[in-house]
């Protein structure tokens, strides 16, 4: 690892390159009305349509399933007692219901992500070299179409369906990557944390939205809306792309030259000039990349256990309705959107004002991991206490928030010039959890009791534990020398 730099130099030369200099200085330009902030929330837009695809369907299989099939698949009767709810309209009985055994579901809900692993590294490199915006474009188009075709698919058979998940994921794998690609020519130093955090929080919102969307719709309608509603939403967001976005802010139609001069001057000491050239001997031995991998890995597997299986508990123990289910499972959202904004403006100012990236990123990371694996294991022994449950994994998720400024845009730290390569590979660590989480737990839960949840609980704690204490001793917050251009490499 010596040939392309040591991983652990000290934090304490932390600003952005262009600050080391007078000659590097540059005026900022104003936030309102801008290029970068209509890319961030157009941005947010595109993650509001990703999660919205990706989530809707944990609300629908509450719907999707016949409840006067084998009790051991417990859907008929919740452990604790039932909460009262108005009569369903008679006319929304007219889609298909299926026997699928809690195994099958784990399957089914667990498969979106085996096709998402597939598409992250190459997300990262095709953005990199031919531009993020079109790739970025058509992988959620694609999603949306399969969306489109989900009701048919499940009308074929587990199998279709579960292959037609696969499809999305491939789809939606590269968008992450892509975003972080243009991010990485598109975002100042001293902005990142604001504009990541706006685009990102799309996904937050998407979960808040469509969860309880998707109740009222399986309420009012039946279940096979929910993919046509939330696919059309996906149309509009693509024209909406194909019509205002830009690669770069050099080839934007409607930059201001102040800004355009802003983003680049402040990028230039920090990009790579070499297109070409891929340091993967120096990226796979980052130490620091790899602290980002344990912690994210380690925050997806609280996130996506209770992404995909937060309704089938909210029905199955606390005993809520379909129409409750989707409004209760969007709170813990609502909470971590909401400290994810928040926590992005604090951080940023931390980083101008008093601590280095590195302090902030950790400390971040620290409170958005530890805080939720505490919660999260208090819900479980929360019993049939409704407001305590509900209160307990709300706090969770809002705590998780807060790792949006941490170690999930580190990568833009340690190594802009790749930033869509490396979240690539740590978003295709970051996904097995998705892959096996739910299956685990669902296997764990056949008998859907307490006892058995509590250890779906603990299991995510601990693993969200180990990240923390991980990324803490193990992340940097310094571009990393195998990152900056080959000029500077050397005489910085």
Known sequence: MDQYGTDTEVDEPDKPLLHRGKDDRVQRAPACGSARYSLAFLSCYGFFVVYALRVNLSVAMVDMLNSTHNPSTNHSVSLCPAHASPARPKHNHTA??????????GWILGSFFYGYILTQVPGGYLARRFGAKWLMGFGIL??????????????????????????EGIGEGITFPAMYAMWAVWAPPMERSRLLTISYTGAQLGTVISLPLSGEICFYLDWTYVFYVFGAVGLVWFVLWAALVSNN?????RISERERLYITTSLKNELST?????????????????????????????????????PTYMSDILGFSIQQNGVLSALPYIGCAVLAVLGG??????????????????????????GPAVFLVAAGFTGCNYVLAVTFLTISSSLGGLSASGFNINHLDIAPSYAGILLGITNSFATIPGMVGPVIARALTKHNTLEEWQTVFYISAGINLFGAIFYTLFGRGTVQPWAVPRSYAHGD
């Open 96 to 105: 298909s219901v299926y026997d699928w055994d809690s195994e099958t579901q």
């Open 142 to 167: 694609s999603t949306v179409v399969f969306t489109l075709l989900t009701p048919a698919a499940a009308d074929l058979g587990a199998g279709y369906l579960i292959g037609v998940r696969v499809l």
């Open 249 to 253: 802010p050099n080839t934007h139609p």
């Open 274 to 310: 070499s297109a070409g050239h891929i340091p993967w001997g120096a990226i796979v031995t980052s130490g620091p990349l790899w602290a980002i991998v344990v912690a994210h890995f380690s925050y997806n597997w609280t996130f996506y256990t209770l992404l995909t299986l937060l």
């Open 345 to 370: 403006q604090l951080a940023d100012y931390l980083r101008e004002t008093c601590l280095s990236t590195a302090t902030v990123r950790k400390a971040f990371s620290l409170v958005g991991m530890v």
